[in-house]
């Protein structure tokens, strides 16, 4: 048997609809069916539970980018290059000799900078 072209062929599936439940009309309604749904499940606060935001404490701990630094100290420990290791011409990184890229010049380039 032979079909003519044309649009397939589809099986439409309605669902099963509970008897007792009340029919969705439309789109809004659904929206409507999944707020209600949202706000029976909604769990009550317990009162122990006290939040307390200080705007002083919020504001501490946010920091702008190019804020004055200036009265920073900072604590760093310098440790010099040691000889299995190279400083990059290009991104004056200090590496590993594994990550030395094979060039035919004689300048010292990381892998990353030679790709």
Not at 72 to 84: G, H, I, N, T
Not at 96 to 113: Q, V
Request: charged residues 35%; hydrophobic residues 30%; negative net charge.
């Amino acid at each position: 048997m032979r079909r003519e072209a044309g649009p397939p062929h589809r099986r439409t599936h309605r669902p099963s609809q509970t008897h007792g439940a009340p029919r969705l009309s439309g789109p809004d309604d659904l929206v409507e069916e999944s707020l209600h749904q949202l706000e029976t499940r909604k769990e009550p606060r317990s009162p122990d539970v006290d939040i307390d935001l200080d705007d002083a404490d919020v504001m501490e701990s946010f920091e702008l980018p190019g804020a004055d630094l200036s009265s920073e100290e900072l604590m760093v420990k310098v440790v010099p290059k040691r000889s299995d290791e190279f400083t990059c011409t290009s991104c004056f990184l200090v590496h590993h000799r594994s990550r030395l890229a094979e060039r035919t010049d004689s300048r010292m380039i990381c892998r990353d900078c030679a790709n």
